[in-house]
């Protein structure tokens, strides 16, 4: 006897791994990897790398949680006071 898909739910006729759940595990994940490689370079004190990581999930239609949203704003202000240092210094 075989097994005949159409009776299954949506999730278990779809392949492994691409029913709407995965995929939106999958969208949250990226979220999460590119909100932390956002930490990272902001860490190493390259504003313009880590406000690019939220400028390409903002691109995308996410919507920063708060706490980035001011990190956002802080990382705003100390890469405009780096660039000015630079240019006072030139």
């Given at each position: ?5 159409a009776g299954l739910h949506t999730a ?37 790398d880590a406000l690019a990581w939220l ?36």
């Amino acid at each position: 006897m075989t097994r005949d898909t159409a009776g299954l739910h949506t999730a278990e006729a779809e392949p492994l791994g691409t029913g709407p759940r995965c995929a939106h595990g999958r969208h949250q994940a990226a979220v999460a990897r590119s909100l932390g490689w956002a930490d990272e370079a902001a860490a190493r004190r390259d504003f313009r790398d880590a406000l690019a990581w939220l400028r390409t999930l903002e691109a995308i239609g996410e919507t920063l949680p708060d706490r980035y949203l001011r990190r956002q704003e802080a990382w705003t202000r100390s890469l405009h006071a780096s660039t000015t240092e630079c240019a006072e210094t030139a």
